[in-house]
């Protein structure tokens, strides 16, 4: 599959006009079924893009956002995805949204994620927008080299929803969709920024396993083009 490399001069720049495609593209999705979905991610990155996403005027109250993956750590823990669109996407025009979150207060990640599961099915797929990101080790989502799950995770026969991720260097342990509950989503967008991860991209789209850089099988595997926002 390929990819197509939509490239601004910043971040902010980028910000704005990834709002723009993701409005654009819910509101198409809200005007044909009622309804819409979207799947973010975590990290640094998407701040900025977060915060000019809750200024777009969109029928927020028809929207359910949930997370590609998190932590499994309590909603008010500043490594927290959750926490993250809190603060910067269910503010001003978004805070009437849906939201799900992968976290649930339970004793393990196993459990969490079977709750996850159940909660988001009521979501739907496919998602109508779903944003990735990229780590320099090629991981995306909680897909990391080497993790636990990975090989469960990556194959598309694995029925959609929540599994558990372990990995050195992935910090907490993991709570992430499948690829197969993501690889199909109307509008799959793959953030980044930075010149070094248009390296790492670069090395992606080379020949290569895809256990090695799992945003490999994103970039192969996509159900349709994958969208690729990059700024340094």
């Known amino acids: 599959m390929t990819a197509n490399m939509n490239a601004f001069a910043n971040g902010a720049e ?3 006009k990834l709002a723009d495609k993701v409005a654009e593209t819910l509101s198409a999705a809200i005007a044909a079924r009622g ?4 799947a973010v991610s975590g990290g640094s990155t998407p701040k900025a893009f977060f915060q000019a ?3 777009r005027s969109i029928d927020w109250g028809k929207m359910t956002i949930t997370l590609v993956d998190e ?3 309590p909603a008010d823990n500043p490594r927290s995805n959750h926490l993250l669109v809190q603060e ?3 503010k001003d025009k978004a805070a009437s949204a849906q939201f799900f979150p992968l976290y649930q207060a339970v004793a393990s990640v196993e459990e969490a994620a079977i709750i996850a599961t159940e909660k988001t099915k009521s979501i739907g797929f496919p998602f109508d927008v779903a944003i ?13 080299p080497g993790g636990s799950n990975l090989a ?4 598309p026969k694995t029925p959609r929803g929540i599994i558990t991720m372990e990995a050195e260097g992935a910090g907490e342990p993991r709570l992430t969709f499948t690829f197969s509950s993501l690889q199909d989503a109307r509008l799959l967008v793959l953030h980044i920024e930075g010149e070094g991860k248009k390296e790492v991209l670069a090395k992606a789209e080379a020949p290569g396993d895809e256990t090695e850089m799992p945003i490999r099988a994103v970039l192969r595997r996509a159900a ?5 926002y990059w700024a340094p």
């Open 35 to 38: 309804s819409a979905s979207i």
């Open 71 to 73: 932590r499994f750590v």
């Open 224 to 228: 349709s083009p994958v969208e690729i």
């Open 53 to 55: 996403l809750s200024s």
């Open 14 to 16: 980028l910000a704005g």
């Open 132 to 144: 990735l990101g990229m780590g320099n080790d090629g991981h995306t989502a909680s897909f990391f």
């Open 152 to 155: 469960t995770a990556l194959d």
């Open 88 to 90: 910067n996407l269910l």
